[in-house]
C-alpha cells in the first residue's frame, strides 16, 4: 500500500522563528505603562488579532483586559507582528489569531551602597618606670 501525501489547502501564516521567536519580540517590545505601574496592576491581556494575505496585522481587539494602559499597549506590540504567508492558491485569506500578553511589574533594581572608608588607628604609649599603666588611644574615621 502506497502512503498518501497530506495536501494543504490552506497555509497558516507562521512567524519568522516560531513561538518562541514571537514570544520574545513581543516581550522586547513592550513597555509598560506608566499609568499600570503607578497603580500596581499586573494581570495578562487576551489579544485577537487578524493577518492579512501578505502577513501584517490588518486589526486587533482586545478580549479580556485589565486597564490601565496595557491593553493598548498589547495592541499596539501585537500590531506590529509581521508573518511569513505562503500562496494560498491565488485566494487571498484573512487568518484570526489569539494571543496573550502578560504583565508583570519589574524588579525594583537594588541600589548600590555608598562609597565606605574606614580607618582604624590603634597607639601605644610605652610606660615609664615611674609613670602609671601605658594608655590605648582609638581614633575612628569614616568616610561616606
Known amino acids: 500500500m502506497a502512503k498518501e501525501k497530506k ?3 490552506i497555509h497558516q501564516p507562521q512567524f519568522k ?3 518562541k521567536e514571537l514570544t520574545k519580540f513581543i516581550y522586547d517590545h513592550l513597555r509598560y505603562p506608566k499609568e499600570a505601574l503607578e497603580a500596581g ?3 495578562t491581556v487576551y489579544i485577537e488579532y487578524d493577518v492579512d ?4 496585522v490588518v486589526a486587533a481587539r482586545v478580549i479580556q483586559g485589565i486597564g490601565h494602559g496595557c491593553d493598548e499597549e498589547a495592541c499596539r506590540v501585537v500590531q506590529m507582528l509581521k508573518f511569513d504567508v505562503e500562496r494560498n492558491r491565488g485566494v487571498h485569506v484573512l487568518f484570526h489569531q489569539k494571543v496573550k500578553v502578560v504583565f508583570k511589574k519589574p524588579k525594583p533594581v537594588p541600589q548600590p551602597l555608598p562609597n ?3 580607618a582604624y588607628t590603634v597607639t601605644t604609649t610605652a610606660p615609664k618606670p615611674e609613670q602609671k599603666p601605658a ?3 582609638y581614633s575612628y574615621t569614616i568616610k561616606l
Open 7 to 9: 495536501t494543504v489547502f
Open 17 to 19: 522563528g516560531g513561538p
Open 41 to 43: 496592576v499586573e494581570g
Open 53 to 56: 494575505y501578505q502577513g501584517n
Open 116 to 118: 565606605m572608608q574606614v
Open 135 to 137: 594608655e590605648t588611644t
